[in-house]
């Protein structure tokens, strides 16, 4: 996510105006793209130097644990969820910075109105990830209320992005699904055929956060909003792919951890306030998503020296 997005800002404020960070070492390409620092949300003093020294004044804060990994790893997703969010949460008082947290449909539970989900409503998450995030939420509205801390909260749906690899999420499929489609032809689904859940394309994801970070304040009527682009199941997605690569064959084996969480997630999100209050109004459907990701998957591989169907 975050490689994309300081793309899209470095046109706009300049390639040395925005810095990408990370725990792990990028590839080759995103040193070269511009400047690139290591940050380690669990280290506040470090981050704190990071601030002061660059002159920060937008913080985008990413760090999380997914999903269903975080369901293996219940501790380590409370500190980088929890003991992260707090420190940038801490930082960005301290120095006035504003400061974007994504949220997700993770932050809803099976006691959620499902079909749609409004921006405000009952939230029971029943994963460590939905719970970290609900509190992510409420602590930026809270610091907002008290201290005027500029905080802005985004609830993404299931991403689908060429370059982010699955990383343990629960709408994970619906990019594996296309490099599977363009391999090997066969696509093993962890999840029912019928399940139903909110799509994003990446490109839409990065432009709805700068769009809402750069809305001016006095047009927010909340601080965290759904955004919404298309909802669909595995079932609908292989039949949308068929039209390109007719031989996609899809096994579906139901994964019992994330079947329940999806399962326990809306089906629809409600927008329309970030539609009223900041203009959100997204690109791509489902058939601009499937062709996108058919030509960027099929170059990629090209790329990399790997066969494509």
């Not at 996609?248 to 970030?274: E, G, M």
């Not at 099929?298 to 790329?303: I, Q």
Request: aromatic share 8%; charged share 20%.
């Amino acid at each position: 996510l975050g490689v994309g997005l300081a793309d899209m800002l470095r046109k706009q404020y300049g390639t040395e105006n925005v810095i990408l960070s990370d725990i792990k070492k990028p590839p080759p390409n995103v040193y070269s793209s511009g400047p690139f620092v290591y940050a380690d949300v669990l280290d506040y003093k470090h981050l704190r130097e990071l601030i002061i020294n660059n002159r920060i004044t937008w913080l985008v804060h990413y760090s999380a644990l997914l999903s269903a990994v975080g369901e293996a790893n219940v501790a380590l997703a409370r500190k980088i969820n929890i003991t992260g969010l707090h420190n940038v949460l801490d930082l960005a008082l301290e120095h006035c910075l504003r400061l974007f947290v994504p949220s997700t449909i993770g932050a809803f539970g099976p006691s959620s109105p499902r079909d749609p989900a409004p921006d405000l409503c009952v939230q029971r998450p029943r994963t460590i990830y939905g719970v970290s995030k609900v509190h992510g939420e409420l602590m930026g509205e809270y610091l907002h209320h008290k201290y005027g801390l500029d905080f802005r909260c985004l609830r993404y749906p299931g991403v689908i992005s060429v370059n982010t690899p699955p990383g343990g999420g629960t709408t994970d499929y619906a990019v594996q699904i296309f490099h599977d489609a363009l391999s090997t032809g066969h696509h093993v689904c962890y999840l029912r055929p019928d399940t139903r859940l909110p799509m994003m394309h990446i490109s839409d994801c990065h432009r709805a956060t700068i769009e809402f970070m750069q809305s001016p304040e006095c047009q927010l009527s909340l601080r965290t909003y759904n955004i919404a682009a298309m909802s669909f199941t595995p079932e609908e997605v292989a039949q949308e792919i068929r039209k390109h690569l007719p031989h996609l064959k899809v096994t579906y084996n139901p994964d019992s951890v994330r079947q329940t969480i999806a399962d326990s997630w809306p089906i629809r999100f409600d927008d329309s306030n970030a539609r009223r209050d900041w203009g959100w109004a997204p690109a791509f459907g489902l058939e601009e998503l499937v062709a996108d990701m058919l030509r960027s998957v099929r170059e990629k591989r090209t790329d990399e020296g790997l066969p494509v169907r």
